[in-house]
């Protein structure tokens, strides 16, 4: 079945590394999103791509660096730069019509 | 600048009653598309129904339907029969214009509880 995968579930950070969250789809969607959320928030955006090899930043992005190599992969680098990590981040990928919003099942990422 | 807002933190309805969850939003685009999303504990994001801005009719899914009142730039959810399992965090969410990535704009979300 076709859908979004987001690995690891949990991550777990010690201060100062880096760490990838991946995200891949086999949906053939073209756009697609990072989004951070922190307890009892909505989501916000961090980085968005909407064609191989181009993205652009989101509202929060400082921190964070992505690439987009491949159509079906759009991975997630939460830097030591990024100064509070801990939070559940979720993928998202887009077709062009209108409902077509797909939601991976997101990975937790804590700073230990 | 665009914006969603829910000033609904927190609802508690009784189960087989109806219920609607606020949401508002602020755009100077004329085309836009509204979501609502359900996110149950266990994190993921579920689409519940969607309205386009030019559409006429209220969109409707089962349970579901938004009252959409585009002069007062609302979009309430509506969920009729309430069950247990309705208990999850409801998010409002915007299409921005597709010039700008045809991102999604989060309202904070309402908490629903569902009481037996």
């Known amino acids: 079945d076709g859908g979004i995968t987001q690995s690891p579930k949990y991550l777990f950070r010690k201060e100062g590394q880096n760490v990838t969250l991946s995200c891949e789809q086999n949906l053939n969607h073209d756009a697609m999103y990072w989004y951070r959320q922190d307890p009892g928030q909505g989501l916000r955006l961090i980085y968005y791509s909407q064609i191989v090899n181009d993205f652009q930043k989101g509202d929060i992005a400082e921190g964070y660096s992505v690439s987009r190599e491949k159509k079906e992969s759009f991975p997630l680098t939460v830097t030591s730069a990024q100064k509070n990590p801990t939070a559940f981040y979720l993928c998202?990928?887009?077709?062009?019509?209108?409902?077509?919003?797909?939601f991976g099942s997101g990975t937790r990422l804590t700073v230990v | 600048a665009q914006k969603i807002t829910q000033t609904q933190p927190g609802m508690f309805v009784q189960e087989k009653e109806a219920v609607t969850l606020d949401c508002t939003y602020d755009t100077s685009d004329q085309s836009y598309g509204l979501f609502w999303y359900k996110q149950p504990s266990s994190g993921e994001m579920i689409f519940l129904i969607y309205q386009g801005s030019y559409d006429e009719q209220n969109a409707t899914e089962g349970r579901y339907s938004l009252n959409f009142q585009k002069a007062r730039k609302s979009a309430n959810l509506v969920i009729s029969a309430s069950q247990l399992g309705d208990s999850a965090m409801y998010f409002c969410?915007?299409?921005?214009?597709?010039?700008?990535?045809?991102?999604?704009?989060f309202g904070q979300g309402t908490e629903l509880s569902v009481k037996p």
């Open positions: 998202a990928s887009r077709t062009g019509i209108n409902y077509g919003y797909t």
């Open positions: 969410a915007m299409r921005e214009g597709w010039s700008q990535g045809g991102k999604l704009i």
